[in-house]
């Protein structure tokens, strides 16, 4: 939920969204140009989804201005660890899958990696827009002593 009033940003949607668009881009790849380059896109992705989950868990996991040198810890921790997950991933694939398309395992990096881009940015954007809402809604109470009822 919140801690000191500031809510968990929803940030597991974005791997939410990763993992359902996943069986398509194989598919995609496996249809269009066969199995080695659906493993391959399979590969990437996960390369990309796996180290970003790391990621948020570490760095969402404290809240508050209390908390600053967990989160920055955390943010830390986080980012170094999604670096190593990120760089033993794409060693574990080109060392190990055989045979391995270079093309498709960086396509399925790139389109996760699309996916959590614009993921963010609309977290950021949704964030922004709440918290306006929210500032307006504590404005009409300080000047007007009452709260306008939400219309959407």
Sequence with gaps: MSVNGIPRPPVHRIS?????????????????????????VLAGAL???????????????????RATPQVLQSALSGEVGKFFLSVAGFAAVFA???????????????????????GGWLLLRSGNRSARTETEAQARVAIHGRRKPDSL
Excluded: D, E, H, K
């Design 96 to 118: 190990l899958m055989r045979p391995v398309n270079a093309a498709g395992v960086f396509g399925g990096y790139i389109a996760m990696l699309a996916i959590q881009i614009s």
């Design 16 to 40: 939410l969204v990763q993992l359902c668009v996943l069986p398509l881009a194989t598919g995609l790849a496996w249809q269009g140009s066969g199995w080695v380059a659906a493993q391959s």
């Design 47 to 65: 390369v990309a989804i796996l180290p970003q989950a790391w990621f948020a868990v570490r760095v969402f996991r404290f809240r508050g201005a």
